[in-house]
C-alpha cells in the first residue's frame, strides 16, 4: 500500500517538474489574458484599415465584402449544386433552398480526394478536376439531366464584385496553383465545365466557408452573424454595417465581410509574439512571410510546430537523451491527429507514448509528460489568438449596434475546432472572458449533426448483422411484433406500462368492426425510489400488487384477463412473450433481474400473491406500443419514438436486413435501444464535460451516452451541472452555491419546459426558481433560461439527427425516391416542452430532406399499443391452436 502512495507521490512530482520545465521553455508560447487583449486591440485595428478606402489596399487583413447581404435580395429557390474546396477534404454536393431563399438543406454529398498534381499542379487542370468530379456526382446521383445552378465554396481569400465572381488574391494553405492568382476562378470553373457538353450547370455564386457556415448555423439562430473556421486554416466573417465598408456602394443594411484573418500579421503586427519556431515553420511552408496569423493556429501547421519544438529540445538535451530520430527529422512527421491523441484526456499519456514510439524515440514517462504538455501549449496558444480576434469582432459588432452587452451566436466549424479534445471548451473560456459584455452562443454547423446521423446509422447496421451484432452497442432487439393492427382486433385486455414517469395499469376495451373503438381505464401507481433501486422480487411484489388494487378498484378481480406488459427497458426477446433484461436504464436498479426472464419474474410474483392469475401474452417496449398505437389510426405509422425521461425509437425492418432471426419474408418490429448509442465512444467528440459529469454522477456510468444527452431525465442534470460551473465562476447567483444546486433531479423535465416557455416572464421564471429553492435576480432568471434553452435545443437537434438515419434508412429499404412515413411519438419531453418537437422535426426535415415524414402524438399510447399486441398475439395464438 505505501509504496503504491510513493510511486503516486513520486508520479505527481515528476509530472510537476517535467510541466514546469516545459512551461519555462516555452514561455514565449504562453500568452497572458493582457497580451491577449492587446492583440485584440491590434486586430481592431486592422479591421478599421482594412474597411477603408483609403488604407485598404496596404491592409494585410483584407475585409473582403461577400456580396452575401442581410436584406432580402430574391434569391432564387429550388435544387442546387455545391462543391466544397479547400478544407481537408474537397467535395461534391446537392443541395435544396426553400421558398425563403434561406433555408437550405444539404442531400447527400461525395467525396473525392485531392492529390498534390490538383493541389499544386496547374489551374486548367485543377478546374477540369473539379469538373469532373462534379459529372461524376452528377452521374452517382442521377441528375444529369437537369439544368442545375452551383454553388461554389471556395476557401480562399477573393475579391468579389459580385457574388457570383471572384479574383483569387493568393492561394492559402496546401494549395499553390499555377495560373490561377489574380484571375476570376468562376470563370475558369464555367470554361472547365463548358467542355462537358452533356451537362448544364451555371456557376451562380462563390462563397467563402465561413460564410457558408454563417448561413447554415443562420438557418438555426437567427441571431447567427458571424462565421469562424478553425480548420486546416483558419479565418472569420461577420455581417458588417453597409455604411462602413467603403469599397461598395449603399449605406442601407448589411454585409458579410470575409475579414481573412490568417494573414493578420503578415505586415509584422505580431513580430513580437512570433517565436524561432513560428518563423522556422513559415520559412518551410508553401507561402513564406504570408498568413502568419494562420500559422500560429490552423491544423496544417500546429503538428510541425509541436515537431520543431520537440526537435530544439531533444538537441539541447531535454528530451529523449538527447536523441534526435530521423523521424522527428522529418518535416511533416507530426500531424494535428497525433497533437489531439496525445492530448486526450484518459489515454492522452500512453498515446503520447506509442507516437513517440513510432517516431523511433525512445521517451521515459518524463519524455511522455513533457512532450503531451508541448502540445497543450501549442494548441492553447493556438486558441488563444483565436479567441483573441473573435473577441475583436464581437466588439465591433457590439459597437455597431451601439450595445453595452450583446447577445450573438458564433456559426462554428473546421476539424480543429470539432475534434480537438479541449479546443472548442477552451476557446469558448477564454472569447467569455475577454469580452464579458457578449453573451455569445457557439452553435456548430450542421455538419455536426450530419455526422451523428451518419454514424447512427452506421451502428444501426452492424446492430442487425450477424458478425458485428454481439459487440454493437445500438442492440438493434428484435421485438417479434411482425405487424401493425389491421383493425380487426378485438377483446379485453390488461396492460402494464412501466418505465416512463409513471407507472400505470390499464384496462382495455378494443372494439373492431362498424363500431371500431378502443376505451381505457387507468390508474397511476407511485413507485417509491427504495424500490426501484431495492430487489427484484420487491419491485415484481410491488407491481403485483399494483395490480391487485387496480383489479379490486375496477371490481375485475375473478377474470384471467390477457395482459400486455410495456416493460420501457431494453429486454432481449426469444419471443413475444420472453423478454430477459439486458440492463436497467434511467432511474432503475433494482438487484438480480439483469439477464432475467422479466415475465418469468412477473408470473413468479404472481405465483407468490397467490390471489389471481393473469395470462401473459406479451412483453413490448414503449416504443412499440406507441408506434402500434399510431398504427391502428394510420397505416403508414412504421416507427415509433420515446422522447421521455429516456429516449429510443423502433422501426419495421425487412426481415431479410434482419441476420439474427430466422426468415427473410415480411417485416420485424425492431426495438433499436439506441439510447446506447455512443458508449463506444464514437460520440465522445461532441460531449462536454457537462455530459460527462452527468453520466459519472448516473446510476449506469459510461452506458447510454446518446439517452443522457436527448431525455428528459438528464437535460435537467446537464442544465443543473453548467449552473453549478458559471456560479463557481461567479456569474450567477452571486457566486454562492446553493444547498439546493447540489442537489441531484432538481431540474425535472417538467420545470425545464415551464422555464423555456416563451409567455413566462422573467418573475414567473425566478419564482419557479425560487420553488427549488434557487434565489434569483432578474439577471439569473435570464441566464437560466439561456443554458436550458441550449441544453434542450442540442437535446432535440440530435434526436432529430437519431431519427433522420432511421427514416432514411426506411427509404432505402424501399428503394423510394421519396418517403412518406408517419412517427408515433410519446414521451414528456416531446408533448410539454414548448420547443423541443419543432426543433426535433426541423432536424429531420433538414437531415432526411427525401422524406416527408408526419409526426403522430399517441398520447398515452404504450398501454394501448401492448394491448393490441396482446391483441394479435392472442388472435395469432387461437388461429395457431385451431
Ligand atoms: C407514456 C407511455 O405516455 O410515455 C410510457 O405510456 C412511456 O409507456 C412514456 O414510457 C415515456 O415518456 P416519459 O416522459 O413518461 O418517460
Ligand atoms: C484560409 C483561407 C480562407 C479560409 C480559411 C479556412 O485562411 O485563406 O479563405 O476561410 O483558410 O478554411
Ligand atoms: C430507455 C430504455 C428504452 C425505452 C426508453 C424510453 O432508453 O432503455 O427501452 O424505450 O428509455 O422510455
Redesign the pocket.
Known sequence: MFAVHLLAFHFTKLKEDQIKKVDRYLYPLRLSDDVLVDVMGRFQAEMVKGLSRDTNSTATVKMLPSFVRSLPDGSEKGDFLAVDL??SLFRAHEVKVFDDGRQSSQLESKFYPTPKEVTQGNGAELFDYIADCLLDFMETKNLKHKKLPLGFTF???CKQTKLEEGVLLAW??HFKVRGVQDTDVVTSLRKALQKHKDIDVDVLALV???VGTMMTCGYDDERCEVGV?I?????ACYMEEMRHIDLVEGDEGRMCI?T?W?AFGDDGALDDLRTEFDRELDLGSLNPGK?LF?KMIGSLYLGELVRLILLKMTKEGLLFNGKVSTALLTKGKIEMKHVSAMEKYKEGLSNTKEILTELNLFPSEEDCVAVQHVCTIVSFRSANLCAAALAAILTRLRENKKLLRMRTTVGIDGGLYKTHPQYAKRLHKVVRRLVPTCDVRFLLSLETLREVRNKMRTELEYGLKRETQANATVKMLPTYVRGTPDGTEKGKFLALDLGGTNFRVLLVKIKSGRRRSVQMYNKIFAIPLEIMQGTGEELFDHIVQCIADFLEYMGIKGARLPLGFTFSFPCRQASIDKGTLVGWTKGFKATDCEGEDVVDMLREAIRRRNEFDLDIVAVVNDTVGTMMTCGYEDPNCEIGLIAGTGSNVCYMEDMKNIEIVEGNEGKMCINTEWGAFGDNGCIDNIRTKYDKEVDEGSLNPGKQRYEKMTSGMYLGEIVRQILIDLTKQGLLFRGHISESLMKRGIFETKFLSQIESDRLALLQVRRILQQLGLDSTCEDSIIVKEVCGVVSQRAAQLCGAGLAAIVEKKRENRGVERLQITVGVDGTLYKLHPHFSRVLQETVKELAPQCDVTFMLSEDGSGKGAALITAVAKRLHNVGQK
Request: hydrophobic share 10%; charged share 20%; aromatic share 4%.
Open positions: 479547400g478544407g476557401s480562399f481569400p492559402t494553405k467563402n466557408d465561413t473556421i480548420g486546416t486554416g483558419t479565418n470575409n481573412e490568417g498568413q494562420e
